[in-house]
């Protein structure tokens, strides 16, 4: 007999969330172990003092695991333990090589088995890379590094300064004195120029086809790479962009290239937009994305391209929730 462990987190204390979390954490020891039914002899469940809604066991019965003894138990309230999780351990009789399973913001718990997640997503403009990677960190309990904020930033120090974008030269020589930073705070990227949070300021149109200009000078990314680089050499995170793949984290583990068509794109900036309170007819929208997309991908330094070894994903018809499932099992089959 030999005992598996395993843990997972739920980002809600509801009786749904624990029972889709509980079923996703057994089956996957199951597979990954390749064990029957009938080899499994007990599960015992612990979980965090903050999750109330539903016995485990119960989950655990219910998802189909009843053919074995079954029991939870609650654990005391300890001051910086992880939130909201649920550890296992599964008594099984197995002569195989056994694998524990941590799943979610749990598998911070065994740095042991783990390793650190290097995410790389890239696509053009309105592909759905941020909103994605933003609920892909948050399912992961990763950072998701913005890298298009930090062009963004380059492009609203020119416009402050008035420097003209096209003019690597001047662009070179306002970097010098240009201070760009990226804060993380509860796992919500803060981007800092010269002291100031800009987060805000940086999300116009105007200010998404600066960063595309501006991004293209050597200066500009060479210094926004070494940063990003050294994010991602002290963090599991994600990074989201046009070249990070391909030139920012070529030794990523996991890359995927979001695409879409560019009138869906249109649709869903200009929704976007709206929703920022800025009204554009969907033909201008249209236009930028397709002037972007030119800029981005025939630039000399670092253009948008689909690096060899990721996967591509064509969210054209599909929703936000169904990419996000799609990539999040490509992960988990790896990890």
Do not use: W
Request: hydrophobic share 40%; net charge positive.
């Amino acid at each position: 007999m030999k005992a598996i462990r395993g843990a997972t987190t739920v980002e809600n204390d509801t009786t749904e969330e624990i029972k889709e979390s509980v079923k996703e954490l057994l089956t996957e020891i199951k597979r990954r172990n390749t064990l029957k039914s009938e080899n499994i002899i007990c599960i015992m469940f612990s979980n965090t003092a903050d999750i109330r809604s539903y016995y485990p066991a119960k989950a655990a019965r219910e998802a189909g695991f009843f053919n074995c003894a079954l029991y939870s138990s609650l654990e005391p309230d300890i001051e910086g333990s992880l939130k909201k999780c649920i550890r296992v351990m599964v008594l099984a009789e197995t002569e195989g090589k056994i694998e524990h399973v941590y799943l979610k913001g749990a598998a911070n718990l065994r740095k042991d088995i783990t390793k650190k997640l290097n995410i790389a997503v890239d696509g053009p403009a309105g592909s759905g890379k941020s909103t994605v990677a933003k609920l892909i960190a948050k399912r992961f309990n990763i950072l998701h590094l913005d890298t298009g904020a930090m062009y963004r930033a380059v492009a609203l120090a020119c416009m402050k300064a008035k420097v003209d974008c096209t003019d690597s030269k001047k662009v070179k020589k306002l970097l010098q004195n240009t201070k760009i930073t990226v804060k993380f705070e509860n796992g919500t990227q803060h981007t800092i120029l010269n002291g100031e949070n800009v987060s805000d300021l940086i999300r116009t149109p105007e200010i998404s086809m600066l960063a595309s200009t501006v991004s293209a000078h050597e200066s500009v990314r060479t210094k926004m790479v070494e940063a990003q680089r050294e994010i991602a050499a002290d963090n599991s995170c994600i990074l989201d962009g046009r070249d990070i793949g391909s030139n920012v984290l070529p030794n990523a583990e996991f890359k995927f290239y979001l695409t879409a068509l560019s009138e869906v794109r249109a649709e869903r900036r200009a929704k976007e937009n709206e929703q920022k309170g800025l009204f554009q007819p969907i033909s201008e929208v249209l236009c930028e994305i397709k002037q972007r997309d030119n800029q981005d991908k025939s630039r000399k330094i670092a253009p948008l391209v689909k690096a060899s070894d990721a996967v591509e994903v064509d969210t054209s018809n599909m929703t936000i929730d169904e990419v996000v499932e799609f990539i999040s099992k490509s992960i988990q089959e790896k990890i």
